[in-house]
DNA sequence: CGCTTCGTTGAACTGGGTCAACGCGTGTGG
DNA sequence: CCACACGCGTTGACCCAGTTCAACGAAGCG
């Protein structure tokens, strides 16, 4: 709190960084969310990342220099800019922050590594369980109670991108979900009817959340 | 230097950390390679992440109390074991240090995003060159000259299971990029003959192995 | 109240998987 | 020193999960 920062706003969709400019600020998500993305050669787009609220969602690209990719508000936000010089002189002059700096790019790194063997390694129902299982346990942590942790407002074309999948099928196995009893839906907002018999489709396993890093 | 280590050697498909264990040592890759990898629920196996001699293999696994992957040896491998103790404790003291492991995280959780984005949206052939771009580029920053950039000593099995395909399509891709005039290959190594049309094919941009980070 | 964005659905298609067999080199044990 | 086994590469035929295309529907918004 002692470093000094500036509030922002921003409608779904705006950019809180965008591919190829030079951050100065480092944001930390107050409300809403967000999601990183690159975009390949052919113009598909992959949804690398998800931020929920409390995340700082800019560690990464302000110490790389130029970022290597965007980050886009997924619903409307609230954001708290810090410059990222103030950020680097905190991390330099008091270990312990700088510490938690690292283990939260470190818990970033491993989040990837899962979604590497998620889309690499599990057909497209298990895949999207997955990921409403992160979701679902990611908002819990940050304090949604557990019947509302699944307004999400993601479209089904962004649960395709960020599933290495098309609209179409991302349709198709939410429905299959759904006629299994696992999930309901309402209008577009998804709820967890069997969050146990879902982490079993989906092989989910949380340790790589490593929600445990706070009782070290 | 300064920090005390043990030496230690290692089989191909030796483990550098086992998945479940407590890692006490952090590891440094002195020479060879390694591979981590997830296994999914059905079996199958995804390597998610390649490392190189000068890597600093564990910094993840030792923060994170329980490894929630494991750790193998590509090649012969000699790397040096680093208590746990002694490496958070140099961070802890000396904040320019910190700071270049914290760099370190973060770029392996950006050739992460990379990795999620070539699997999910790019087809085998592109997949494929792409990891053989990263490759020669990564070896070649660590010293190998061009010319033998390409002697890492990966199966097509491998391969596969790096880029989310199967043994069967890896080789047919291999052959094309031969075909195509791409690649040559002599037994089991491949050499990288066009690298400026192998990076086209692959859509390689390398800004994501954030090369630059020393001339900050 | 029309426009736009998203969801829904079916039919046809294809990239990559599966299966199964064979080939080649290397190491090993008799 | 040879026979054999084992790991890896190679190849073809067939198959299927997921894509593509195309059309329509439903909700929100200005």
């Known amino acids: ?81 810090i410059p990222r010089k103030a950020l680097l002189e905190i991390a330099a002059t008091h270990p312990r922050i700088a510490h938690a700096f690292w283990l939260d790019t470190l818990v970033d790194g491993s989040i990837a ?12 129902l298990m895949r999207l369980a997955h990921l409403l299982c992160e979701i679902a346990l990611r908002l819990e942590v940050v304090g949604f109670h557990e019947g509302e942790a699944h307004k999400l407002p993601m479209t089904q074309e962004q649960m395709g991108d960020a599933l290495g999948l098309t609209t179409v099928h991302v349709h198709r196995m939410i429905k299959q979900l ?34 445990n890093l706070l009782d070290d």
């Open 1 to 81: 709190m002692a470093l000094p920062f500036t509030l922002k706003e921003l409608d779904p969709s705006g950019y809180l960084v965008r591919q190829g400019e030079r951050a100065e600020f480092t944001c930390v998500l107050l409300s809403g969310f967000a999601y990183r993305q690159k975009i390949v050669g052919d113009g598909g787009r992959q949804i690398v990342a998800l931020q929920v609220p409390g995340d700082a969602v800019d560690l990464q690209n302000s110490l790389l220099k130029i970022a290597d990719h965007s980050v886009q508000a997924l619903s409307a936000i609230t954001m708290a800019r």
């Open 113 to 124: 590594w899962e979604w590497i063997a998620n889309i690499g390694r599990r057909d497209a």
């Open 178 to 211: 759904e006629r299994s009893g696992l999930i309901v839906r309402d209008k577009r907002t998804i709820a967890i009817l069997d969050e146990h018999r879902l982490r079993e489709v989906a092989d989910f396993q949380r340790a790589y959340l490593h929600l």
